[in-house]
């Protein structure tokens, strides 16, 4: 049977005829909805408005009829390859794909993938079947399955691992998808060896071939041959060195992993040819010592080496390691350890755990004031290692140094990590209220606050400037500064606010003349602020008038007080680095001869008119040694030292680390870049160091006076 449709055509041109085959399921659906026999072999249909729109109206509702005789074949098919009769079942599967010809969907992939099985089974190629089916559905199940296994008997391993990451789409078993990916991985790295061999066949000694060779054969645990693609890969690098350093890996590789002695021993005496020195190749010469137990032998063994090595840091660090430790653990050479870890500690001032264990040593020989200031320097490098305070706790103790005995515990305390007998000291000894000071702070006690990298040259141009420039900068801001509120100013002896006697001593111990002293019912940034007003000025915010500790105002104001006194209060006038830039650069011009822009010219006029003569005598000097230097004022990093010794003040005043971790933490200004945590990590070691301890000690305010009353207000 054949269905004719005839077409609409232009006007003037013949009318299309389209010819569809009875056979097709679609073809005798349309039949029976134009109500005509089966048996009818043509109807011709003229397109008409109103038939044509009934017709579509009907059709649009049409579904597919199954062709029986499909079924049929498909039904013998299957049972006859059940029944391993496959001559059978090829003819019933080559019926119903010839019946499905017009099909290109998933019941004609499955007669393929039918046909490829029967195909497979007589030992014949199934792939073109197979590749059939799956330009039909390209995720079809069965044919994927079939096909990786094809691919994998063809050894083409590459096309099974693709066909792999295809059929991860149908697999909903977390064990299945598992084991899919690692034969994906084993399918391709076998593919990349296999190409990389080819490619190594036409380019023999290619580097990059060799290597990447290498990579895929350890990743497939093909050992030995892996050893064979790294010597391969060994023998293309010219330098001595480097060769001879590939050759140790390459018998390291062997003697762990394929254990082949012979053949490792080979390599590492290649590695000695290229490179005596080499340290893969003495590794072999330090097993044969230690096996023997000839620890007197590794020792000169290890001395010699280090006379080698030169200056390859990094390599000497390792040996002196095991050179203080054989010392110490093997040959009971205590002084010989410590003169390793020394050496050590000097080529790598950042290796904490080797000053950790110069302490253990010197602590043993009962050095222990040479342990402790090897912790304080440790404490430097990780100031949040508990270790390394635990130790100073237990050395200070034994000094009978009970001040950095609690200094020790009382990082403990901040770091969380206190035991009982820790928290038991920093109990006994932290301060609640302020005590009588015996003296204030000196000036070469002052030096001892100061970070290793302060610029001094610019803090003497800033001490030189700072009169006028503050007169200068008043005249400015002539009716624009603050006005203090007389009402609200205290007399450190006659108040009752713990906050502005606080104040007061911190002042004093610190060698500052007291400053006028407000409050100010507000919040203030800090806690605390120096106004720009004509004389020093403290303004206490409402934060600190109420819910403080002592220890915590210490440290507030003292930090404040420090502030002011080491940047000459010009950072309250000038407090950005272009404003202090400007002003420096205009100081140095009254020195040196140099091209000023308009406004830098004008600020010098005004500056020279305020400077007396000791003033410019010491810009003068600070200047000249400015130029003897280099020229630069590098004004970030000085803003930084200041703020960071100016914390340290803070801290000495306080006492406790903890109170002023928790004050900088609240406070939540950055300051010269630094950020609470940044300062509270300078803070951690400078609490511990003995120059922290000195300036303590300079004042009287070191525990054993702790339980002093405060002065009578």
Same mark, same amino acid.
């Given at each position: ?621 600070? $200047?000249?040694? %400015?130029? +003897?230097? /280099?020229?630069?004022? *590098? #004004?970030? =990093?000085?803003?930084? &030292?200041?703020?960071? @010794? ?24 950055? $300051?010269?870049? %630094?950020? +609470?945590? /940044?300062?509270?990590? *300078? #803070?951690? =070691?400078?609490?511990? &160091?003995?120059?922290? @301890? ?20």
């Amino acid at each position: 049977m054949r269905i004719a449709v005839v077409l609409d055509s232009p006007p003037g041109e013949a009318r299309s005829v389209v010819m569809l085959p009875g056979i097709d399921p679609l073809t005798r659906a349309l039949s029976d909805a134009l109500g005509h026999q089966a048996q009818v072999e043509h109807v011709v249909l003229a397109r008409m408005d109103a038939d044509w729109e009934a017709l579509a109206q009907r059709a649009v509702r049409l579904e597919a009829v199954e062709d029986p005789a499909i079924e049929e074949a498909l039904r013998e098919g299957t049972s006859a390859l059940q029944a391993s009769d496959l001559d059978r079942a090829e003819r019933a599967f080559i019926m119903a794909e010839s019946l499905l010809s017009w099909e290109h969907g998933p019941r004609r992939a499955d007669v393929l993938v039918r046909l490829a099985q029967i195909e497979r089974a007589r030992g014949k190629p199934s792939a073109p079947l197979l590749d059939r089916a799956l330009s039909m559905v390209v995720d079809h199940e069965a044919a994927l399955r079939q096909r990786i296994e094809v691919a994998r008997e063809a050894g083409d391993l590459a096309t099974a691992a693709a066909l792999r990451r295809r059929l991860l789409q149908r697999v909903d078993s977390e064990q299945e998808r598992a084991e899919q990916l690692s034969s994906i991985a084993d399918e391709s790295l076998s593919a990349t060896t296999e190409a990389l061999e080819q490619a190594l066949a036409l380019r023999p000694k290619d580097p990059r071939l060799l290597e990447r060779l290498q990579a895929s054969l350890e990743a497939q645990g093909r050992w030995r041959e892996a050893v064979n693609a790294k010597v391969a890969l060994t023998e293309t690098i010219q330098e001595p060195k480097d060769r001879a350093r590939a050759f140790t890996a390459a018998a390291g590789m062997c003697a762990r992993r394929t254990g082949d002695v012979a053949r490792s021993v080979a390599l590492f005496e290649a590695a000695i040819a290229d490179d005596p020195a080499t340290p893969g190749a003495f590794d072999a010469i330090e097993g044969v010592l230690k096996k023997n137990q000839d620890f007197a032998g590794l020792a000169s063994a290890y001395e010699r080496q280090l006379e080698r090595l030169g200056d390859d840091v990094s390599a000497q660090e390792d040996l002196l390691y095991k050179l203080a430790e054989l010392r110490a653990d093997q040959l009971g050479d205590q002084q010989g350890a410590v003169l390793a870890l020394d050496r050590l500690v000097q080529s790598n001032p950042r290796n904490v755990e080797a000053r950790a264990r110069l302490a253990e040593h010197l602590e043993q020989m009962g050095e222990l004031v040479l342990a402790a200031r090897c912790l304080e320097n440790a404490a430097v490098w990780a100031p949040t290692r508990p270790q390394t305070f635990r130790s100073l706790h237990r050395i200070c103790a034994s000094l009978g140094d009970s001040d950095r005995d609690y200094c020790a515990c009382a990082v403990l305390v901040h770091l969380g990590e206190a035991g009982v007998d820790e928290q038991a000291v920093y109990r006994r000894y932290a301060p609640e209220t302020t005590v009588r000071p015996q003296s204030p702070l000196e000036a070469a006690t002052w030096s001892e606050l100061a970070i290793a990298e302060h610029d001094e040259v610019v803090s003497h141009i800033v001490h030189a400037v700072a009169p006028a420039a503050i007169e200068l900068r008043t005249a400015q801001l002539a009716g624009h500064l603050p006005r203090m509120d007389e009402s609200a100013r205290h007399d450190p002896e006659k108040t009752t606010i713990t906050a502005v006697r606080t104040a007061a001593w911190a002042a004093a111990i610190l060698g500052i003349a007291p400053p006028a002293i407000y409050t100010a019912n507000e919040s203030i940034p800090g806690g605390v602020v120096g106004p720009p007003t004509t004389k020093p000025t403290l303004l206490l915010g409402k934060g600190m008038l109420s819910g403080r500790s002592v220890p915590e105002l210490a440290f507030v104001m003292g930090r404040e007080l420090a502030s002011q006194h080491l940047s000459g209060r010009l950072l309250t006038f000038f407090p950005t680095v272009a404003e202090l830039r400007a002003l420096l650069v205009a100081a140095v011009g009254q020195v040196l001869p140099t091209s000023l822009p308009p406004e830098a010219l004008q600020l010098g006029a005004e500056l020279k008119k305020r400077l007396n003569e000791a003033q410019t005598r010491e810009l003068t000097s600070a $200047v000249e040694r %400015l130029q +003897a230097r /280099d020229g630069r004022l *590098d #004004l970030k =990093p000085w803003m930084r &030292s200041v703020e960071l @010794a100016s914390c340290r003040a803070g801290l000495v005043a306080c006492g406790d680390i903890t109170a002023a971790a928790r004050m900088l933490a609240i406070d939540g200004r950055v $300051v010269g870049g %630094l950020s +609470a945590a /940044d300062r509270v990590r *300078d #803070l951690i =070691p400078f609490s511990v &160091s003995e120059a922290c @301890a000195k300036a303590r000690r300079a004042i009287g305010i070191t525990p054993r006076l702790a339980s002093v009353p405060p002065p009578a207000g």
